[in-house]
């Protein structure tokens, strides 16, 4: 065996329970890593992905991310409209980080604060992506950005610059461009998913329906749920 004392509650307790690296229980049991993934194989647990271990070694006293339940009627309109905001401007698609994109800095400040006091993120440890046109001044849009949602110029990524004209009327809209907060965290994105599928399916039970019908949200069936849950 892997070790005298090693069999498979003891490897899915260090690995699962405790949520040690692979690395770490070779290290605890006193033999190589390549053994632990032997037998981690061989028992059949599933090992982590990269973006889950990277987790994990970020938030080593516990998963710091669940969505506050509401409790003030003020709670519960900013509960409404953070959910709602990522339902319809989320760019859910991305598996690994919560991303909303508009070009109306109220929405933005509204989701950061659902964010901050429901969510329990850090403003600071929020990131910015910047869209704009070519005939928009890179600095004045930065400007406004910053001085109208309260963060830091260091917390944006170099803009992307769209040749103007590119993208017909559009550009009228937005004379500063379209801001997108970035927050990695593959956690908290499931976490909302998995909300707006909920509130999705009690929707559609309410209208008669025992799953979810059309392209939202994404989870939305009760068997897509179980699935991932699985």
Not at 77 to 105: F, H, M, Q
Request: glycine share 10%.
């Amino acid at each position: 065996m892997l070790y005298p004392n090693v069999n498979k509650a003891l490897l899915k307790e260090l690995y699962l329970g405790k949520s040690l690296s692979m690395m770490q229980i070779s290290k605890h049991l006193g033999c190589s890593h390549h053994k632990v993934a032997y037998w981690m194989s061989e028992y059949g647990i599933e090992r982590r992905n990269r973006s889950q271990a990277v987790y994990l070694i970020n938030n080593p006293n516990g998963d710091p991310f669940a969505v506050k339940p509401p409790r003030t009627p003020n709670e519960y309109i900013l509960y409404g409209l953070g959910v709602g905001l990522y339902w319809g401007e989320g760019t859910k698609s991305n598996k690994n980080a919560v991303r909303l994109g508009n070009t109306d800095p109220g929405i933005i400040k509204c989701y950061i604060k659902f964010l901050e006091k429901l969510c329990g993120v850090d403003k600071s440890s929020l990131k910015f992506g910047l869209q704009i046109f070519s005939d928009i001044n890179v600095e004045t849009a930065l400007e406004y950005w910053t001085s109208s949602i309260g963060i830091s110029r260091s917390q944006f990524y170099k803009p992307v610059v769209t040749k103007s004209g590119s993208l017909g009327t559009y550009r009228n809209k937005n004379l500063y461009g379209v801001v997108t907060i970035n927050f990695c965290n593959t956690k908290l994105r499931d976490i909302l998913v998995e909300q707006i599928a909920e509130i999705a399916q009690l929707a559609e039970r309410g209208n008669g329906n025992a799953k979810v019908t059309g392209s939202t949200p994404v989870l939305g069936s009760i068997d897509q749920k179980n699935k991932i849950a699985a």
